[in-house]
């Protein structure tokens, strides 16, 4: 059990590889991935609290035929990148990062497997909810928040 | 069939999926970035409150394209429901409307069932369990695991990291649980 800092705490697991340095407005290229990604979202209907309940009730393939697909386009796509080499629009070399497994993927993940039950929602969706017009499930974001702020508090003293 | 009217659809499994997975190139290509959504519930802790704790104290605006992805996805969301809306009734499994009712759920109109995330559930029992608890328990554990359905799910089994099969596993079992062993004795509360 580890239960000192490293620094691998102060490295985010879905990081800015990026070397150059990004104009403020260069930022505007992720808020329209963002807004397409959103669409699926509504659209796919997978943002619903009854498709999620749906899934974990095995009475739909829909859900797991989104995320299983999800992932065979994510496999190959990396695969070709890592293949061909294929570089970023600012020509640097793409970044990847191998996850060192720690406890708290099981702990933690079984934790948010509940939460994702009740909640309908993965932090994702819980954007595209807002969006949609479910102006309440902001308390549900404010929730996810505080909860991860309590893990930045408890870290030290949680089994990873 | 006019196009427009295609888009209004709900979108299958087969269209929605591979537009998600797409969504870890263009990232990769477009600026260097792994895919992730809850490190944004992270950079909002950071940037907000970071309390001195350690694992709070980084250079949060380095990563400040995550929050515009996410605001992005809430607009998104804006966008497809008011402009995009599907013209026919949502679509449940016949099943899932069995087992639901027979739990106390009575309305089926809309993405989210009305008798559960309703504003006037916001201050009762309901309201704690489904938004505070159940909200606590994404934020808390996304973290602990070290990402989330996009960040494991997705981005690390795309990158074929074991440790994200784990986790998604994890994150199945636990719904599964929620689901069939504990959500019949929480509806029963209310």
Redesign the interface.
Known sequence: MQNV?TPD???????????KT?SWT????????????????????????????????L?????????????????I??W??KRFN?K???G?T?????????K?????????????????????P????????????I???????????????L?NK?PH | MEFIDL?RK?????????????????????????????????H??AAC?P?N??????NWK?????L??????????????TF?E?PDS?Q??S??IA??KALGIRD?SG???AD????AN?FTLK?L????????????????????????????????????L???????????????L??PH?MKLF
């Open positions: 800092i705490a102060l490295v985010c697991d879905a990081p800015n590889d990026m070397k990004e260069a930022n505007l290229k992720y808020l329209v991935v963002g807004v397409m990604f959103g669409i699926v979202f509504v659209k796919a209907e997978i943002i619903s609290w009854f498709r999620i309940q749906e899934m974990f009730r009475q739909s393939f829909h859900m797991y035929g989104v995320i299983g697909s999800a992932i065979v386009v994510g496999m796509s990396v070709l990148i294929i970023t629009m600012s640097e793409v970044e990847f990062h191998p996850k060192k497994f720690n708290g993927q099981i702990f933690g993940g079984l934790l948010f497997g509940l939460g994702w039950a009740i909640t309908g929602a993965c932090p994702g819980l954007f595209a909810q807002i969006g949609s017009g479910y102006v309440v499930i308390t549900t974001l404010l929730s996810a928040v505080a909860g991860t702020w309590a893990y930045g508090y870290r949680l | 888009i709900p979108w299958p499994w087969y269209v929605a999926g591979p537009l998600i997975g797409l969504t870890v190139p263009t990232l990769l290509l477009i600026g260097n970035k792994s895919f992730g959504i809850s490190s944004s519930l992270r909002i802790c409150m309390a704790i350690p694992f709070f104290q980084y380095k990563e400040i394209w995550n515009f992805f996410v605001v992005g996805v809430l607009m998104g969301g804006f966008l497809a429901t995009l599907n949502f449940l499994s099943a899932t087992d639901l089926f993405l989210m069932p559960l995330f309703d504003a916001l309201g369990v489904f938004f505070v608890l159940g909200g606590f328990m994404v934020g808390f554990g996304t973290r602990w695991a070290g990402g989330c359905t996009s960040g494991h799910a997705i981005m690390g089994l795309s990158n074929l990291q074991w440790p994200s784990v986790a998604t596993c994890c994150f199945m079992v636990g719904g599964f649980a929620m689901t069939h504990i959500l929480l």
